[in-house]
């Protein structure tokens, strides 16, 4: 089926170890997004690409790193995980022009011990 | 910078009373407003968008929302809400001073409906 789907769903690691969130859109979305939903913050923008191999920061990008060497791939890495980075993490795309609406994934919610 | 509020972060409403949403954004120039909606454990589904033309924007589930331009809101309605309606309703805005791709949430709205 098209459209948009994250894995894994749900991910328990440790502090220090490295961590990848996959991310994979079946439209041929130009733009993808990586957000972090925590309570009492909605949704903040981590990251996001508006092409292969063009990557730029959101509003909080410390702590994660990014790549986009295929349109339809966006993985997320936390190289060194902190209990600060347990969240839920949503990865979205959309065609990126101003009057689109993005489209989710249902999301990954990553706690850190 | 533009921003987007959401006034209430709790909404509690009977089963089959109306409801409203209330958000407002804080940029004069044009923009596109979107309510998304996330039922638990899911991502965020598009609800209704406003691009331009009636104020009165109808979405899906028989939601609808009003854009007001004076007071910069774009408040979302239901006349009469179901238990499925439960969820948290996030209003967006795009366009104006932010980057052409990227949208800003508000903090969102979680609408609880009481049998």
């Known amino acids: 089926d098209a459209g948009i789907t994250q894995s894994p769903r749900y991910k328990i690691t440790e502090t220090g170890r490295q961590v990848t969130l996959m991310c994979h859109q079946t439209w041929s979305h130009s733009y993808m997004f990586w957000y972090r939903q925590d309570l009492g913050h909605g949704l903040r923008l981590i990251y996001y690409s508006a092409a292969a191999d063009i990557t730029d920061k959101g509003e909080v990008p410390d702590g994660y790193v990014v790549s986009r060497s295929k349109t339809e791939n966006f993985p997320l890495t936390l190289e060194s995980a902190t209990r600060s980075q347990t969240s839920v993490y949503f990865c979205a795309s959309s065609e990126g022009q101003e009057d689109q609406p993005q489209h989710f994934g249902d999301g990954t919610r990553l706690s850190i011990l | 910078a533009q921003s987007v509020t959401q006034l209430d972060s709790q909404v509690p409403v009977f089963e089959e009373a109306p409801v409203e949403l209330r958000c407002n954004y804080s940029?004069?120039?044009?923009?596109?407003l979107f309510w998304y909606v996330q039922y638990p454990n899911q991502g965020l589904q598009l609800l209704l968008k406003y691009l331009s033309g009636s104020t009165l924007v109808k979405g899906i589930n028989g939601f609808e929302a009003e854009f007001n331009k004076s007071q910069t809101s774009f408040h979302l309605r239901k006349p009469s809400v179901h238990i499925s309606d439960t969820a948290e309703y996030f209003c967006a805005v795009s366009g104006g001073y932010s980057s052409a791709s990227k949208i800003i949430f508000g903090s969102g709205t979680r609408l609880s409906i009481r049998p």
């Open positions: 940029s004069s120039v044009s923009v596109y």
